[in-house]
């Protein structure tokens, strides 16, 4: 009988310590996304008073949050490139947490509200 109750109280050990463990290690899709993240950091840097912040989306989609009012105060030329350098990065991140997959990618842009402010989108 003690040789049963040590048994399950073994088991139980094990157990607990394999989902304190499964509970502690971030799950392969956070890890993708934290990176993800990581690489889109020097938009915020690149684009400090209109970039605020930003917010992936089932899979395949970036939602980057805009001061609207330093949005429309930026130089037209600027704004493109900002696009175009948001949606490479976006593309960049995306394909090295999702090696030799192909996907359609959209980044939103979005005003402090939720409102959608423009939309670019690209192939893998």
């Keep these: 009988m003690d040789d049963l109750r040590a048994g399950w109280q073994a088991a139980a050990k094990v157990a607990l310590v394999m989902l304190v463990g499964a509970c502690s290690s971030p799950a392969p899709q956070q890890r993708a ?72 990618l959209h980044v939103r842009f979005i005003d402090f509200i939720g409102r959608k402010v423009a939309e670019e989108s690209t192939k893998t």
Excluded at 37 to 64: H, R, W
């Design 33 to 104: 996304e934290a990176a993800e993240l990581a690489n889109l950091a020097s938009l915020k840097q690149q684009y400090p008073e209109v970039v605020m912040g930003f917010d992936i989306q089932p899979e395949n989609t970036l939602v980057v949050s805009l001061d609207l009012q330093h949005y429309i105060e930026m130089d037209d030329d600027v704004v493109a490139a900002m696009k175009r350098n948001s949606l490479s990065r976006w593309r960049s991140a995306w394909s090295a947490a999702h090696p030799h997959v192909h996907a359609l």
